[in-house]
Structure formats: C-alpha cells, structure tokens
C-alpha cells in the first residue's frame, strides 16, 4: 500500500467507521423499512469515497437523505458517536 493510499484510508476512517455502524444497525433491526431507510442513507458512500468528496460533502448528503426519511436524529447520532472516536474530526 502506498503512502498516499494509507493517508486517504486514514482520512475516511470515520466515514468506514460510520459505514460500519449502519451495517450492525441494518443487521440487528427487525423492522425491513428502518433497513431500507438506512441502506438508502448509506449505499452510496463508497462511490462518493471513490469519487474524492470530502468527510463534510458526505456527512452533508447522509443529512439530507435522513431528513427526507425523518430519521435525522438517528443520523445526526450516529455521526456524533463516530465523531467522539474519532476525535480529531
């Protein structure tokens, strides 16, 4: 692994680590629609890693899409949780 490649998996590590928090979630939830609305949430946060969009860029349209859903104080949660471990965000 590069140098550059190591930098850019530890500048959205609290973005895969968020990623990983709606995966438990999906995983432990019973209720297919809460699933769905997270899944919507997340599933296209790895293209916009790929495409280079910046931590705020991301956290911005997860916002977005919980608000449309009525789930921003979930979101908003989880980012606040991932946040405190990843302290220098």
Do not use: C, Q, W
Request: no cysteine.
């Amino acid at each position: 692994m590069t140098a550059a490649a190591r930098n850019e998996t530890s500048y959205y590590s609290y973005v895969f680590y968020l990623i990983g928090l709606a995966l438990v979630e999906i995983r432990a939830t019973e209720d297919l629609e809460i699933a769905r609305i997270l899944a919507d949430i997340f599933h296209n946060v790895p293209a916009e890693i790929s495409a280079g969009s910046s931590i705020e860029e991301i956290e911005a349209e997860m916002i977005v899409k919980a608000e449309r859903h009525g789930r921003s104080a979930k979101i908003s949660s989880m980012i606040e949780h991932a946040k405190r471990r990843y302290k220098g965000l």
